[in-house]
């Protein structure tokens, strides 16, 4: 076990392409670490550059404090689970998982104790001589896994191990991971696109786009203080809804009407000097029927009428959602986002869409005018050129993470 | 196929087109065997099923030490160069199917025109080269120039198959520690086996059966190979046509192929990557 360390880190193609720029992650021994972002944000060059498997341009990459950079991937000690698991298909299960063993020149009476042990970790031991072209997608996920945990490694590298995986197994796969992490304290880097993945699994989130590092943090903390409009549009699903707002005196003018600020975010706003023209992310949870919502609570926020154009009943909560008349919040990590949910191609897209989590026992209905309260103490503001979250300071504590807008 | 097991109309006429070609093929291959069981008498009698049949015509061959020793040369050189040629080729195909160095491009075509240049065109000039150089009439006289013209044919075949394995059953080799000639020996040679063999099969047919190369660079026993030898069979006498002992041979000559198809046959089985990768 050991802790690794990004120090720097910049990976340079010769054509002058940058896949990675500058990363700078200290990651701690036995921390469960995941790289989320859309595709082509540099995350899965990062994982091969941990695993030598791309060579680092610049920077220097630390394995239990020593300088790994020229060492090849064998000599990392480090294993890895691969998307496609990259089983030996001329190979059993049982000489699967002692291949690194074998290789490591392991004698065969320890193999076999190893991978037996690991074998019954991951309920394996019945499949054990099968060959990968006879398991299920699951079975092969385990066994990609046994692979990796059979000679205890200093740290897992996982490159989207769950993403060939049927929605209901990837959820219970999820849960068996989190287990085998805790069960091991290992420390372990994962590469997944899906922020669900990342939020449930990892100790820690590095959420990347571009190349570039947007935002390290636990996963309550890049949810509740997102650094700027890509992390705060990424991470939490149903995605935060994003409105532009003109700020008047103690007011956002916005599509919806006129929001009254909070003294404490008008105070937070004074002090980072702020522009009149900003935008305005209010998470799905945060809005509620005006109905529900008890009086004194209604002081605390804003109300406005709307049409419900679709409502989807999850059982435990409504999902309500309005159209908003008038222009929309742009901005390039809006853009961007927009093109990795592959929402800029949906026809109507463009007009924008409000969503709202309301209470089960909403009485709301479909195309009728509603009145909907909005918790003004939990809107985050962004400056709509660099996307940076203006309110970062207000909610949870930010002390000890690395933020980079 | 689907269709030829549902309409019986079809798979009657899918019978019929498959007996044509199978008698197409095997016509003259059973008139030799035919041929090789005559007596001299009633070899040109021109019946399909011998009247009187016998086993002299092989006796008579094996008599004859030019055919013993010429069935000596051909299955060593035939072996010889498959290995060598296998071998190389995989390395070459490996090289060309998973690198980038510079000079790729006309490597394989380079390759791609020795397997289109005419041979006849070369023998000549190989007859003097090997003169000058000592090697006309030897061993590797003749493995020299099969492992050139099966190089082509080794790379092609090889590098198809290289293609289709995964990249990341490299990687993932390479993460359990094995160093890069591990990997291609543990991992990427057992899985381009049934490419491998399919190789070996073709290469070890055309070095067996050729008789160009052999007939102009070898002159005696030492290195001629039994295609040669068949053609310089004489008869009993001078006026004689050796025609059992040339069919004798030719069975004889059919038979090492047989069972090298049969014994690698197995090991050609199609689908062996699958698994490795995705559900």
Not at chain 1, 17 to 23: K, L, Q, V
Not at chain 1, 196 to 217: C, K, N, P, W
Not at chain 1, 379 to 401: C, H, M, Q, W, Y
Not at chain 2, 226 to 234: D, E, P, R, W
């Amino acid at each position: 076990m050991a802790d690794i360390v990004l120090d720097h880190i910049t990976k340079r193609y010769p054509d002058g392409t940058i896949a990675a720029d500058d990363i700078n992650v200290e990651i701690a021994d036995g921390e469960f670490i995941i790289l989320v972002g859309p595709s082509g944000c540099g995350k899965s060059t990062a994982l091969n550059m941990i695993a030598g498997l791309e060579d680092i341009s610049e920077g220097e990459l630390r394995i239990g404090g020593e300088r790994m950079n020229e060492r090849a991937p064998k000599d990392r000690d480090i294993a890895m689970v691969f998307q496609s698991y990259a089983l030996y298909p001329h190979m059993t299960v049982r000489e699967n998982m002692g291949f690194p063993l074998k290789m490591a020149k392991v004698d065969k009476a320890e193999i076999n104790r190893k991978v037996e042990e690991a074998a019954t970790i991951l309920d394996l031991t019945q499949h054990l001589d099968r060959r990968p072209a006879n398991m299920s997608g699951g079975q092969r996920q385990r066994v990609a896994m046994g692979r990796a945990i059979v000679r205890s490694p200093k740290a897992f590298l996982m490159d989207e191990p769950l993403s060939n995986l049927d929605a209901k197994l990837r959820v219970q796969m999820r849960t068996m991971v989190s287990k085998l992490q805790q069960r091991l304290q290992t420390t372990t880097v994962y590469v997944t696109h899906d922020q669900t993945e990342a939020m449930t699994l990892g100790d820690r989130i590095v959420v990347m786009r571009g190349g570039i590092v947007q935002q390290v943090g636990s996963p309550q903390t890049l949810y509740d203080t997102p650094a700027n409009l890509f992390v705060a549009g990424f991470i939490g699903s149903p995605a935060m809804n994003f409105l532009p707002a003109k700020l008047e005196g103690g007011t956002f003018r916005t599509p919806l009407g006129d929001l009254a600020l909070t003294d404490e975010l008008r105070r937070t706003l004074e002090d980072a000097d702020v522009q009149r023209e900003v935008i305005v992310g209010i998470r799905p949870e945060h809005f509620e029927d005006a109905a529900l919502v008890e009086e004194h609570q209604r002081g605390r926020g804003s109300v406005f009428t709307a049409q419900v154009e679709v409502l989807e009943s999850m059982g435990s909560d409504k999902f309500a959602y309005f159209s908003i008349e008038g222009e929309q919040a742009m901005s390039d990590d809006l853009a961007d986002l927009a093109a990795d949910a592959g929402t800029a191609d949906v026809p109507g897209g463009d007009t924008g869409t409000l969503v709202t989590r309301l209470s089960a026992t909403s009485g709301v209905r479909e195309g009728e005018r509603t009145e909907v309260w909005v918790d003004t103490a939990k809107i985050r503001v962004f400056d709509p050129s660099s996307g940076k979250n203006l309110t970062s300071g207000t909610g949870a504590a930010t002390a000890g993470e690395t933020v980079r807008a | 196929m689907a269709t030829t097991t549902g309409d019986p109309r079809t798979r009657v006429w899918w019978g019929i087109a498959g007996l044509l070609v199978v008698l197409y093929a095997l016509v003259p291959v059973l008139w030799i065997l035919s041929l090789s069981f005559k007596t001299t008498d009633t070899i040109t009698d021109g019946n399909f099923i011998p009247r009187s049949w016998t086993l002299d015509n092989y006796a008579q061959i094996f008599s004859l030490d030019i055919f013993t020793s010429a069935l000596v040369n051909s299955i060593g050189i035939a072996i010889i160069s498959t290995v060598l040629a296998v071998v190389i080729g995989t390395m070459a195909a490996y090289a060309i199917a998973r690198l980038d160095f510079p000079g790729k491009k006309v490597l394989v075509g380079v390759s791609l025109l020795i397997a289109m240049f005419p041979q006849i065109s070369l023998v000549s000039p190989l007859f003097d080269i090997e003169r000058a150089v000592g090697l006309f009439d030897t061993w590797p006289g003749l493995i020299l120039p099969y492992i050139t013209f099966a190089l082509p044919l080794a790379i092609y075949t090889l590098s198809a198959f290289f293609r289709e394995i995964p990249w990341e059953l490299e990687k993932a080799a390479k993460m359990d520690g094995a160093t890069p000639m591990q990997a291609f020996r543990s991992i990427i040679v057992p899985l381009a086996a049934p490419g491998v063999f399919t190789t070996a099969i073709l290469v070890f047919i055309f070095c067996w059966n050729d008789f160009l190369f052999a007939i102009s660079l070898t002159s005696t026993s030492r290195s001629q190979t039994a295609t040669v030898a068949i053609a310089n069979f004489t008869g009993a006498s001078q006026f004689a046509e050796p025609t059992g002992s040339i069919a004798a041979a030719a069975v004889l000559l059919t038979i090492p192929i047989i069972i090298f198809v049969l014994l690698f046959q197995r090991r050609i089985v199609a689908g062996l990557t699958s698994g490795a990768v995705k559900g």
